[in-house]
Nanobody, 122 residues
Framework: VQLVESGGGLVRPGGSLRLSCAAS????????MSWVRQAPGKGPEWVSA????????YYADSVKGRFTISRDNAKNTLNLQMNSLKPEDTAMYYC????????????????WGQGTQVTVSS
């Protein structure tokens, strides 16, 4: 199983970024997926989830209305469009396979990517 995130970077408050996750080594279309972030000195925070077919999406209250999760099963890719970014969105963002969408607890998380850094600062 390999999950490789990309698209992170430095952006000003109010800006946008699009994260991508390239999946390989498993049947991507059979897995619910999530984005999880971890800010320096803090624990991991679930951000968003999507079911296997992409019909159902879920968001943490902190990002609802600003972030959009999507997937392309033909290309084995998971995406996260992030708009209206805030300094508090600064974190390492991880692409994760989960047993459910949305995941109920940390035991529902299986495989993690290496992460991509998002920094929101003026």
């Amino acid at each position: 199983v390999q999950l490789v995130e990309s698209g992170g970077g430095l952006v000003r408050p109010g800006g946008s970024l699009r994260l991508s996750c390239a999946a390989s080594g498993f049947t991507f279309a059979s897995y619910d997926m999530s984005w999880v972030r971890q800010a320096p000195g803090k624990g991991p925070e679930w951000v968003s989830a999507i079911d296997t077919g992409g019909e159902n999406t879920y968001y943490a209250d902190s990002v609802k209305g600003r972030f959009t999760i999507s997937r392309d099963n033909a290309k084995n890719t998971l995406n996260l469009q992030m708009n209206s970014l805030k300094p508090e969105d600064t974190a390492m963002y991880y692409c994760v396979t989960t047993r459910f969408a949305p995941p109920a607890n940390w035991g529902d998380y299986d495989y993690w990517g290496q992460g991509t850094q998002v920094t929101v600062s003026s």
